[in-house]
């Protein structure tokens, strides 16, 4: 009806690049610098703080609700273990998060 599912395909026309006039470098005081890239997670301690204990809790909660069954006396099967196992993991990026082994490389004032 009403689709554009339905229309005819038009070919895009896309533009002709530039071409310089001569490839010549550009001076060092000319030349552009990057930008710093700007940093994945917050930096501040606050966010690092909640948002690494929050890892380290739910990597807990997942950890201990797999081991639940197994205090119980169950054997344990591959479904717990692997649960376990990511469980851990989690865990282990919320202290990853809390050491910030990345931002202590070099200190910004």
């Given at each position: 009806?009403?689709?554009?599912?339905?229309r005819p395909l038009q070919p895009k026309k896309f533009d002709e690049p530039?071409?310089?006039?001569?490839?010549?470098?550009?001076?060092?005081?000319?030349?552009?610098?990057?930008?710093?890239?700007?940093?994945?997670?917050?930096?501040?301690?606050?966010?690092?703080?909640?948002?690494?204990?929050?890892?380290?809790?739910?990597?807990?909660?997942?950890?201990?609700?797999?081991?639940?069954?197994?205090?119980?006396?169950?054997?344990?099967?591959?479904?717990?273990?692997?649960?376990?196992?990511?469980?851990?993991?989690?865990?282990?990026?919320?202290?990853?998060?809390?050491?910030?082994?990345?931002?202590?490389?070099?200190?910004?004032?």
């Amino acid at each position: 009806m009403g689709s554009s599912l339905f229309r005819p395909l038009q070919p895009k026309k896309f533009d002709e690049p530039p071409v310089a006039a001569s490839p010549v470098p550009p001076d060092a005081s000319e030349a552009p610098t990057t930008p710093e890239q700007a940093p994945l997670f917050k930096n501040c301690w606050s966010c690092r703080v909640l948002s690494g204990s929050g890892l380290i809790g739910a990597g807990l909660y997942v950890y201990l609700v797999a081991r639940k069954p197994m205090k119980l006396g169950y054997a344990p099967g591959p479904g717990p273990i692997a649960q376990m196992v990511i469980g851990i993991s989690i865990a282990c990026w919320g202290i990853v998060i809390l050491a910030d082994p990345k931002g202590k490389a070099y200190r910004v004032v």
